[in-house]
């Protein structure tokens, strides 16, 4: 490879490549192609060859599999006798896959379906870089578990739009933890609307707050709207006006007439009429705002994820019910908060007219907030008997005053 030539794997022909100029980090560069053809979802698979480590002769081959829909990498080494596979996280296989190359290997040759890249070192340890056309057409991952049917399909236009799944509708590896995210809120969303007294004979006004860059409110958009086939006009209320602009730049693209997309203070909305609310992830009492604005707009469906509940950690103290020993540690004294302001949240709920249910919304491995509190207008509440559970958990803990209570005083 001294020559600056390149390769042909299928063909064994020689073709001009591109090759990195000298003095240039070629092992460095190989590993960046070998994780951006993972991120992008171009990757089909990467061998290593030359061993040159201790031990018994090896070659090694690295494909991507996902476990428990998360994407890995599968290192198979081959040996004389046998075959030994280990799996990785990806940056973890990014990272043994990498030490091992110019160590126990001289040669790694990456396969994508954009083209191929070799890595060779010289007898004297000189790293060599070649690119040339694609050998493999295709990079769809294997997978060690049983395919589960989402109700959101990744082939969907605003996936691709919003760089969840690449232009073939393929989620990227990158992309899949975002990709679960939205599936699990679809889910959670579609049993709570088949529950509600939501009707189809007027459009459905829908406002998030706390949009973001809108992965939910597209997912929810059209989910409504294709799927349900609901009307909507649905709005998501965002801050960060660079956002708002993409966000409705995007819905034009798509064809989405009924999303809008505001950069206004949440305390600003007006509750006449509205549905749905949503609330992912609002910080500490604003939660508690989203969750106010639903009940006094008399919304059908109310879906928060509370996040930074700080309000009522100070207010707690020992009241003899034996709290003590929980809240002298701050960490446990904080976590113990937590649980009290959201079953606070929820017993509100309940006293307001609302069937509450308390979901687990992603996976604790992903983050500690993960308690969406789903409340459905409902008919058939004890609302006499939430009051009553409330006020003992007051009692218990020794907080005074929670932020959803005073937004609430004036409602029956």
Do not use: W
């Not at 290997?105 to 060779?120: E, G, H, I, Q």
């Amino acid at each position: 490879m001294a020559d600056g030539k390149g390769f042909g794997v299928a063909s064994g022909t020689v073709r001009q490549v591109d090759v990195m100029k000298p003095g240039g980090d070629a092992k460095s560069a190989f590993i960046k192609a070998f994780a951006d053809a993972i991120d992008d979802g171009s990757f089909a698979k990467l061998s290593l060859g030359k061993f040159r480590g201790s031990g018994e002769a090896s070659k090694a081959i690295a494909t991507i599999v996902t476990l428990k829909d998360v994407p890995h990498l599968k290192l198979v080494t081959s040996f004389q006798r046998k075959d030994e596979t280990k799996t990785y996280k990806i940056d973890e296989g990014l990272r043994a896959i990498g030490s091992s190359i110019g160590e126990t290997y001289m040669s790694a040759t990456l396969f994508s379906t954009a083209r191929d890249v070799r890595l060779d070192y010289s007898r004297k340890g000189v790293p060599h870089l070649a690119s040339g056309k694609a050998t493999l057409k295709s990079a769809e991952p294997a997978s060690h578990d049983r395919k589960k049917a989402y109700l959101v399909p990744p082939d969907r236009p605003y996936l691709k739009a919003l760089q969840v799944a690449d232009s073939e509708g393929r989620i990227k590896p990158s992309m899949q933890g975002k990709y679960r995210q939205i599936c699990r809120f679809i889910e959670i969303a579609d049993d709570l609307i088949k529950e509600s007294d939501l009707k189809k004979d007027e459009p459905l006004k829908v406002v998030d707050i706390g949009s973001g860059k809108g992965y939910l409110t597209f997912a929810f958009y059209d989910y409504l709207t294709t799927q349900l086939g609901y009307r909507c006009e649905m709005a998501g209320i965002e801050l960060r006006a660079e956002l708002v602009a993409f966000c409705n730049g995007l819905a034009r693209e798509l064809g989405f007439g009924g999303l809008n997309f505001v950069a206004e203070e949440a305390s600003r909305i007006s509750r006449a009429g509205i549905d749905i609310i949503i609330a992912l992830h609002a910080c500490d009492t604003a939660t508690d705002d989203a969750m106010a604005l639903g009940v006094r707009g008399n919304a059908a469906l109310i879906l928060s994820a509370p996040c930074c509940q700080h309000e009522i950690a100070p207010q707690i103290i020992d009241t003899g019910e034996g709290l003590l020993g929980l809240i002298k540690y701050p960490l446990l004294k904080q976590r113990q908060a937590d649980l009290v302001t959201d079953a606070a949240r929820a017993l509100l709920l309940e006293s307001s007219g609302y069937k509450v249910k308390l979901i687990e919304f992603v996976s604790t491995e992903h983050t500690s907030k993960n308690i969406l509190i789903a409340a459905v207008r409902s008919s058939h509440v004890d609302r006499v008997s939430a009051r009553e559970q409330y006020q003992a958990l007051k009692n218990t803990t020794g907080f005074s005053t929670q932020h959803l209570e005073s937004q609430l005083k004036d409602v029956e």
